[in-house]
C-alpha cells in the first residue's frame, strides 16, 4: 500500500510511468492519493491509471474507513465511509433516480440538490427530521437520502432511527404476507432506502453513531458534487431501479 499527497507528486504521464515502472516483476501496490476536494482537472486522469483518491481534510477515523472501503470494498453499512473516490467511470447511474435531500440549511439544500441535478437526479428537498419521515413512510418512491446528522427538533439520527422502525414494521407484514409485494409497478421484497449522513464532524463516535443510527454513509461539509455522486452511486446498478 502507498499513500503519496498530489501537492508532493506531480501526476504527469511519464512519472507514472516511471513508478510503475519499478514493479515490473512484482504486483505493484495499491495506491492512494491524497488530494483536496478540487481535484476535477485531474479526475479523469485518476480513474486512467487506476488511482483511489481519500479527499482532504484526513483525520484518523475517517482515514481508517477509507483505506477500508478501498482494499476490500463493499457496499454495507458496515462500512461506512467517507471520502474515497472509486474508479467507477462517471455515467448515468443517477439518471431519474429520485433522492431525498433534508437539511434545515437552504444553502446545503441548494448546493447538493443542483450537484445531484447534474448527474439526472430527480431531488426534492425537506428543511427537517420531521418532514424526512414523512417523505419516507413506506410505501414510497424514492431511491436514496442524504440526511443532515444536525438538526434542530429531530436530527438525522432519530429520525433514521425511525424510518428504519418503519421499514421493519412493513418488512413483517410484507413476510406474512398482509400486504402485497407490489407496489408502484415493482415487486419489493424488502423495504431499505440508501441512507446518508451530510456532516461537518467525522469523528470516530459520529461514525460510529451513524451505524447505530441505521444510516449507510456519509459525506463531509463542504462537499464536491461528485463526492456526493460517488457515495450514492454504489447502491445503483446501471438501468436498473433500487427495489
Keep these: 500500500m502507498v499513500l503519496i499527497d498530489k501537492e508532493t507528486w506531480s501526476l504527469e504521464a511519464i512519472t507514472w510511468s516511471n513508478f510503475a515502472s519499478m514493479f515490473t516483476n512484482s504486483k505493484i501496490p495499491k495506491l492512494f492519493i491524497l488530494a483536496n476536494p478540487a481535484l476535477k482537472n485531474n479526475s479523469q486522469f485518476f480513474q486512467d491509471v487506476n488511482l483511489n483518491i481519500i479527499l482532504k481534510p484526513l483525520r484518523a477515523s475517517m482515514l481508517q474507513v477509507s483505506l477500508q472501503r478501498a482494499l476490500f470494498g463493499g457496499g454495507d453499512k458496515g462500512n461506512c465511509r467517507n471520502g474515497v473516490v472509486g474508479n467507477l467511470s462517471l455515467g448515468s447511474l443517477l439518471q431519474g433516480k429520485r433522492i431525498l435531500v433534508v437539511d434545515d440549511n437552504s444553502v ?13 437526479a430527480e431531488v426534492t428537498c425537506a428543511d427537517s427530521g420531521k418532514r424526512a419521515i414523512e417523505f419516507l413512510k413506506p410505501p414510497h418512491s424514492f431511491d436514496a437520502c442524504f440526511m443532515d446528522i444536525q438538526m434542530p427538533e429531530m436530527d438525522g439520527f432519530e429520525a433514521t432511527r425511525r424510518i428504519r422502525g418503519m421499514e421493519a414494521a412493513l418488512n413483517d407484514r410484507i413476510k406474512r404476507d398482509e400486504v402485497c409485494r407490489e407496489i408502484n409497478g415493482k415487486v419489493i421484497q424488502s423495504w431499505h432506502i440508501p441512507i446518508l449522513a451530510m456532516t461537518a464532524d467525522v469523528i470516530q463516535a459520529t461514525h460510529e453513531e451513524c451505524l447505530k443510527s441505521g444510516m449507510d454513509g456519509y459525506v463531509s461539509k463542504p462537499f464536491e458534487g461528485e463526492q456526493l455522486y460517488r457515495e450514492v452511486a454504489r447502491f445503483f446498478k446501471p438501468n436498473t431501479k433500487l427495489s
Design 108 to 120: 446545503n439544500l441548494r448546493v447538493a440538490a443542483g450537484a445531484l441535478k447534474k448527474y439526472g
